[in-house]
């Protein structure tokens, strides 16, 4: 921890306007998301009168739970200041192994719990791709990732049998049918890997690591230390999870589908800024993005009880998070500032 | 850093050091590769040369090389355009909406949209200093959505007595006139970068933005105009599409993400900013367009496609990224 409160020590030296601004921004930074989530679910109750019911709770907690997964991802990624745009094609690989090698109506393959395993293996490979393509081709990881989502899409289309595959594995439907306490399993596995990977970034050498990357790679890379082990590992584990998501959807649906992860990549994007996760990396956390993941998904599902057609969501989401990303950065605006 | 101003590299080629013979390489392989590529499928399919097969790739190509041409211009600058492909869907859905408003003027008002929206986009991210990407990913994101608003999600018949589309959707001399419509868009674009100061000051921004902020380009007004001319490219792209299916779809253009930065990079423009140009653009559009085809030939099923695209892709960007400039590779 001695590392991160360095850098922001340095870059709070740097910034002219201390002081009460500074604190308030801080401050804003870190509870600012949770207040907005406590807002918009009041806001909602006043115009609804039932959304702050068990039933409605649990369905926003059922279509929050795979988004916290993508975005837990995600955030590791963002973190080192790099981004990872492959999840929709990571999902589309992985839902496509899970159902042509799990029991299914397509061809004869019964590998049971190896094929949850090979499907999430699928993730972890496109995040080393991802990871090792970054760090050691040193590309920059925007566009590597949009080649490897594109990779991911077109594996998954070449998958693709002549029907719609039909996932029969008792485990795999399992995960989407077995409640406990009126939620699925799915939210279960959302909240463990959050709490999982939530340890990980605070409490290990590469969570630590990771921090420092994104607040000071050059000093970092000047100590000696694996800087590309790191920036690998962050990758790796975005690509897993996103893998994992693919799996959990798939077991929602029942079946595989190569279009499975459309339209994620963009709010698990935004769920991560309007949490505090920063863009240039250094500052944020799992437990943050995860929290604007969940402002999102009450969003989505409050804009829907109102009336809103499902569209909507897209445009506000955009609008969201420009708006965001534009405030969080508006102090650092200089006029020599470079931002590609 | 002399390969990023092609126009001095005739005074130096009098003793050409390292530097100059990679630009010289940057300019002529892209070239190279789409003649070999050619050559490779004609050989294949001796059909692919002919006169319908070709009048049915500038068909294909035409649009592809417009998106790819304007997407150019923001990597020019070091910046990134990821919502072109939103805005050529989204001008077919506009056409259709707009049309009982502007009747036979619709084609101009959603382009000068167009450009406007781009406009503004480029002002914010510079003005604002918001990282590109996450501009225009999230202005993709309004735009798909919007599309999918104004269209219901369905896809609709144009209004069949638009002149200009039907203008695009005809053929002169056996050619298609969106070929004619490209070859145009071309040529008034390399007037503008070659003979004005905004096409050297392009140049400048993408090989060093510091530098050129200091000798007095305006950086602001500047990115404003390229994503402006990026935006008037895709609504363009947008126009010819549609003016071959004579239907507008929401999603009509969803996959041409990918295929316009493949484009750009394939051409020799490299994504770290101020080397390539308009040139490469061309020759990186028609490269994609003919890749398209050539994938096909061999045997790859279209949506495998993807795959060829996205290798592709790193290929060119891991040749052609300036990594001295990038300094730290996020």
């Known amino acids: 921890m001695k590392l991160i409160s360095a850098t922001v020590a340095v870059r709070s030296a740097r910034e002219p306007d201390g002081g009460v ?28 009168h039932n959304f702050l019911t068990g039933g409605n709770l649990a369905a926003i907690a059922e279509s929050a739970a795979v988004p916290v997964i993508l975005t837990t991802g995600l955030s590791f990624v963002i973190l080192l200041g790099a981004i990872d745009l492959s999840m929709e094609g990571v999902m589309a690989a992985s839902s496509m192994t899970l159902s042509l ?70 485990w795999v439907l399992g995960i989407a049918a077995y409640h406990i306490a009126g ?16 340890l990980l970034l605070h409490y290990t050498h590469l969570g630590r690591m990771i921090f420092a990357v994104g607040g000071a790679e050059a000093t970092l890379v000047m100590t000696g230390l694996p800087v590309p082990l790191f920036k690998i590992a962050a990758f790796v584990i975005s690509g897993l999870l ?21 339209g994620l990549l963009f709010p698990a994007v935004s769920a991560c800024v309007l949490g505090g996760t920063l863009l240039s990396g250094g500052r944020g956390g799992v437990l943050q993005s995860a929290i604007g993941a969940v402002v999102l998904e009450v969003l989505n599902n409050g804009l829907i009880q109102i009336g809103a057609g499902p569209y909507v969501r897209n445009i506000i989401s955009g609008a969201v998070i420009l708006l965001v990303v534009a405030a969080s950065g508006l102090h650092l605006r200089r006029k020599l500032r470079v931002v590609k | 850093m002399s390969q990023s101003q092609p126009a001095d590299d005739r005074t130096i080629q009098a003793k050409p050091g390292f530097a100059e013979r990679r630009a010289a390489l940057r300019r002529s392989v892209p070239l190279a590769v789409l003649i070999l590529l050619v050559g490779l499928s004609a050989i294949i399919a001796p059909g692919t040369l002919s006169p319908a097969a070709l009048n049915g790739f500038i068909s294909d190509a035409a649009p592809l090389m417009i998106l790819v041409i304007g997407s150019t211009i923001p990597i020019l600058t070091g910046s990134i355009d990821l919502s072109v492909a939103g805005i050529a869907s989204i001008t077919g ?85 969106t070929g004619f419509a490209a070859l145009a868009l071309v040529a008034v674009l390399a007037v503008v970068m070659r003979y004005t100061r905004i096409g050297r000051d392009l140049f400048a921004l993408g090989a060093g933005e510091r530098a050129a902020l200091m000798s007095g380009v305006r950086t602001v007004r500047l990115r404003s105009f390229a994503f402006a001319a990026s935006a008037g490219c895709a609504a ?28 750009v990079v394939l051409g020799g423009t490299a994504i770290s900013g101020g080397v390539g140009g308009l040139w490469a653009g061309v020759i990186g559009g028609l490269i994609t367009a003919w890749l398209r085809v050539a994938t096909v030939l061999i045997g790859v099923k279209p949506t495998g ?14 040749l052609t990224t300036d990594r001295t400039k990038i300094g730290i590779i996020k």
């Open chain 1, 242 to 262: 996103a893998g994992i998501a693919g799996v959990l959807l798939s077991a929602r649906l029942g079946d595989g589908n190569a279009n499975i992860g459309d």
């Open chain 1, 101 to 170: 090698l799990c029991a299914n109506d397509v061809n004869g393959n019964h590998w049971g719990v190896w094929g949850i395993a090979a499907a999430i293996g699928v993730g972890l490979a496109f995040g080393l791709v991802n990871g090792v393509l970054n760090t050691i081709l040193r590309m920059p990881s925007l566009i590597v990732t949009l080649g490897t989502w594109f990779i991911g899409l077109g594996i998954a289309s070449i998958l693709f049998p002549a029907q719609v595959p039909t996932v029969r594995d008792p």
């Open chain 1, 183 to 198: 939620l699925s399993l799915i939210v279960f596995v959302a909240l463990l890997l959050l709490l999982l990977f939530h």
């Open chain 1, 21 to 48: 601004a500074q604190h308030l921004r801080r401050w804003l930074q870190s509870l600012g998301p949770l207040a907005v989530l406590i807002v918009l679910l009041l806001v909602f109750e006043i115009a609804r």
């Open chain 2, 236 to 263: 363009l792209a947008g126009l010819a599409l549609v003016s071959v299916t004579q239907f507008s779809s929401p999603t009509l253009a969803g996959n041409l993400l990918l295929l316009s930065i493949v484009g």
């Open chain 2, 93 to 177: 859905v506009m056409l259709v909406v707009l049309a009982p408003i502007f009747g036979p003027w619709t084609c101009i008002v959603v382009i000068l949209l167009a450009i406007l929206f781009g406009a503004f986009q480029g002002w914010l991210h510079a003005w604002l200093q918001i990282p590109s990407f996450i501009t225009t990913l999230g202005t993709l994101s309004m735009l798909s959505g919007l599309s999918l608003l104004l269209s219901n999600a369905t896809a609709q018949p144009l209004p069949d007595s638009d002149p200009i589309i039907n203008l695009l959707g005809d053929t002169s001399f056996d050619i298609p006139n």
């Open chain 2, 305 to 318: 496609q993807y795959i060829v695209f996205g290798i592709m892709a790193l290929i060119a960007v891991f």
